[in-house]
């Protein structure tokens, strides 16, 4: 008897043609041929062999410059299987499959091709029988990608994967997202946690947009309000060559951090493609050297002032060393200077960098070849974003170019935009080719015009890399809103860039199957719970009172936890002889847990005694609760306050609700005996925190902004504030 699971699909054959072929459904869509004698249970797994031949493989031929070994890769899936699955299997190397192990192994590397027949050292095969499964890839990079499908195949198909065998390459070389992280910086850590994201979709490539300023039209103001609008360089060098160009070291990457970040998400697959952004975009530098700027548009460098190339080079020069990238981009975007002017930059950068480092660069398409140019060289790739810049195919492609997919059918603008989605217009990838109406490809430049695509198969086309920009800056958004607008865009594009055909009716599902198993990750900030009440602290409970009379004392005691769920926190707050807790600067409550995510409803019975400005009330991984005096939350480095304040020596009801992309907060005075009014009770007037975003310089825009609940420590050596806690309680309903 055959049983076929249930995500295991038959394609209709061909009309014309004998074979059947046939997939499983991922993300991407992965092509398997099942024997149909069977399924193997990931959870007979007993170990996972790594071929001791290859362990210390690594693929040279990817982007990367620090390609992880296939022993690296291993490590990591074996993590990612005890995570995800809770499969703790026994890591080893040997000389073939033992029985019931996951084989990781490399094949022919000739066998993988791309759209344009090129050998990819991506590819892999996938073999599963009743002895296990094995993974052979054209690389370990290969092998990686063929971790992500048993990953995700044992999410989707309740642990069995079919017998049978199936041959996997993606169609395209750079397939990824681009984030602006200069017009609103981004930690190190959460930029790893998006490649961990990716990469369980199989993207390899994030590009990180390093400097830039507000505003494109500076016209606008005056010289002198110019040289004060936002505008940041990302990268820290303690270099005397560049002292004040970077502004604040607490928002800029340190070489340390930078590699860590390179290292972390090449572990899984992805390269950081960094961008440092002139002639165009560079009031960052403008403001660190106003000398080279265009005297009509300060935002924009004067290619022929002297000294402005060399300023260029020395940058660049500090941070080579730095990029483990095989190419490098320098931006080149939205220029009214002399293109010729503009092409001998490139070409003259494109020649140092080459120099320097032995890189090739990449430019955003700007001014097409013409006859009447001395054009931008061939061997400097192209990123298209908007035909009124360039037409990829008639501009670039048919002359040689090397184009890689960036159109703005995909943009995004975090928070608000006049002309682009805050979130990826993620039905575009179903519907996308004019030649078809149906799925996107990274070949697909123009959406509507099929005449201005190039074949599927035209080697010129270099992937796909989708943009979001931060237009407002850093007080539109906390960090985290840059995950929501790409979290269903990076799945859905990841099939499409892969060169996947998932239709609508099957990402959908697949996609909220496989979310919460997203390895390396946790960019929801969800918390494991029983049911919705996550955390429940109350110094009235018995539990409490009989753990401190135990101690004998008020140090390093245990708060129960009355949810069920076992979050216990610890204090060395005393008791009072109500049994609250009384908190101060120079003792601590604190949970086992950080931050939530949406949606949460965090209620606390409070008396503030005494605050000082700018108090503490609560703090977390992502926020603080605070009274500035007014109440307000700190997030992402920006402050966003509330009109209302806690009245002081008086019990309150405070509590913070985060409820889709919005946050509220209420204050309702109460006493000591009345309990926390129930979640979603309606007495109180809930308040919404909002981000100003100044558009153009001429208007403003109050725009809701989605914080995390800070849930990790009340009181504290920088908290200000003395006074007592009675009750705390996290609910995930909002
Ligand atoms: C399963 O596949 C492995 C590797 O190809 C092979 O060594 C093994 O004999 C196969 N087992 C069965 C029962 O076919
Ligand atoms: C650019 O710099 C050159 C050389 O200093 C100068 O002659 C020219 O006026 C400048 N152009 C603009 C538009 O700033
Ligand atoms: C790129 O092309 C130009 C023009 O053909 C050539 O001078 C330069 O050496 C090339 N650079 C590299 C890195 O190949
Ligand atoms: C592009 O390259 C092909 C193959 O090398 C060559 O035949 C063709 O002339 C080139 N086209 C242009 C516009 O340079
Ligand atoms: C906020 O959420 C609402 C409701 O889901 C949605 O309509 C709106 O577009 C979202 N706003 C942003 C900026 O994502
Ligand atoms: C970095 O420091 C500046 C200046 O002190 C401060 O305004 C900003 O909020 C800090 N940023 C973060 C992310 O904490
Ligand atoms: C605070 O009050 C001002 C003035 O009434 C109002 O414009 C603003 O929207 C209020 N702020 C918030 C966050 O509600
Ligand atoms: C604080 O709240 C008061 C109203 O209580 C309001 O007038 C004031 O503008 C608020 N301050 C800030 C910085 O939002
Ligand atoms: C956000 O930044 C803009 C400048 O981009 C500024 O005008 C506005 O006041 C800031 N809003 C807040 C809430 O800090």
Not at 700 to 709: G, L, M, Q
Request: overall charge negative.
């Amino acid at each position: 008897m055959v049983v076929l699971h249930t995500t295991y699909v038959w394609l209709a054959a061909l009309s014309n043609v004998a074979l059947v072929t046939s997939r499983l459904v991922g993300i991407p869509v992965v092509p398997f041929t099942a024997s149909g004698d069977g399924v193997y249970s990931v959870t007979s797994l007993k170990a996972l062999v790594v071929d001791s031949k290859f362990a210390e493989s690594r693929d040279e031929t990817g982007e990367t410059l620090i390609p992880p070994s296939l022993q690296d890769f291993a490590k990591t899936f074996a993590a990612d299987l005890s995570s995800t699955l809770g499969l703790d299997l026994s890591v080893s190397n040997g000389n073939g499959a033992s029985p019931d192990s996951i084989y990781l192994t490399l094949g022919d590397p000739s066998k993988y091709v791309d759209v344009a027949g090129a050998q990819t050292a991506e590819g892999y095969t996938l073999s599963v029988n009743s002895s296990g499964i094995v993974i052979s890839g054209a690389s370990p990079l290969g092998v990686w990608w063929g971790t992500r499908t048993v990953l995700q195949q044992a999410v989707l198909s309740d642990s069995s994967l079919p017998y049978g065998e199936g041959d996997d390459a993606p169609g395209w070389r750079n397939r990824g997202m681009m984030l602006d992280g200069a017009r609103h910086y981004y930690p190190p850590e959460f930029i790893i946690e998006l490649c961990s994201y990716m990469s369980f979709f199989k993207q390899n490539i994030f590009q990180l947009h390093l400097s830039d300023n507000l505003y494109n039209n500076v016209n606008l103001y005056s010289r002198e309000r110019s040289l004060q609008l936002g505008a940041w360089f990302r990268l820290w060098s303690d270099s005397e060559d560049l002292a004040g160009l970077a502004k604040n070291k607490n928002e800029s990457y340190t070489k340390d951090q930078f590699e860590e970040m390179q290292s972390a998400c090449v572990s899984r697959g992805v390269t950081i493609i960094p961008e440092i952004e002139a002639p165009g975009h560079s009031l960052a530098i403008v403001q660190w050297k106003p000398e080279l700027a265009l005297s009509t548009d300060l935002s924009q460098l004067n290619i022929t002032y002297p000294d402005t190339i060399p300023t260029m080079k020395t940058i660049w020069s500090t941070f080579l060393p730095w990029f483990q990238s095989k190419t490098v981009h320098i931006g080149a975007d939205e220029y009214t200077g002399d293109p010729n002017e503009y092409n001998r930059f490139v070409n003259e950068m494109s020649g140092y960098i080459y120099q320097e480092s032995g890189k090739a660069i990449r430019i955003w398409g700007t001014f097409p070849p013409k006859p009447e140019y001395d054009n931008v060289d061939r061997n400097v790739s192209i990123q298209h974003w908007e035909f009124f810049e360039d037409d990829p195919y008639h501009d670039y492609i048919l002359n040689n170019y090397s184009v890689l997919n960036s159109d703005d059918t995909f943009y995004t603008v975090n928070k608000w935009s006049g002309s682009y989605p805050q979130v990826v217009n993620v039905a575009r990838t179903f519907n996308g080719d004019p030649a078809t109406g149906g799925i996107w490809q990274p070949h697909v430049f123009d959406t509507h015009v099929a005449a201005n695509n190039p074949e599927r198969s035209n080697a010129f086309v270099l992937g796909a890399v989708t943009p979001l920009w931060n237009d407002y800056g850093a007080n539109a958004t906390v960090y985290s809103e840059a995950y929501y607008a790409w979290k269903d865009g990076i799945p859905a594009l990841g099939d499409k860039q892969w060169g996947g055909d998932l239709s609508s009716a099957e990402f959908a599902p697949a996609f909220s199957a496989l979310l919460p198993f997203a390895p390396g990750q946790n960019l929801d900030r969800a918390i494991p719970s029983a049911g919705s009440t996550v955390f429940e602290y109350s110094s009235d409970s018995a539990v409490t009172r009989e753990h401190f009379a135990a101690l004998g004392s008020w140090t390093d005691a245990a708060v129960a936890d009355r949810s069920g769920n076992g979050y216990d926190a610890a204090t060395d707050c005393p008791l009072t002889p109500e049994s609250t807790l009384s908190i101060s600067p120079s003792c601590t409550f604190e949970t086992p847990l950080s931050s939530k995510g949406r949606d949460y409803t965090l209620s606390l019975k409070l008396k503030v005694d005494e605050a000082s400005m700018d108090a503490v009330l609560l703090s977390g991984g992502d926020s603080s609760l605070m009274l500035t005096p007014n109440l307000s939350l700190f997030a992402s480095g920006n402050y966003y306050r509330l009109n209302s304040t806690i009245p002081v020596g008086q019990w309150v009801h405070l509590s913070l609700v985060g409820r889709g992309n919005q946050t509220f907060a209420s204050v309702q005075e109460t006493s000591l005996d009345e309990p926390l009014p129930e979640v979603g009770s309606t007495a109180a007037t809930e308040e919404e925190f909002l981000a100003i975003l100044g558009v153009n310089g001429q208007s403003f825009v109050w725009a809701p902004i989605a914080v995390e609940a800070p849930i990790k420590q009340l009181g504290g050596a920088d908290s200000g504030w003395t006074g007592e806690l009675a009750a705390m309680r996290l609910s995930s309903e909002a």
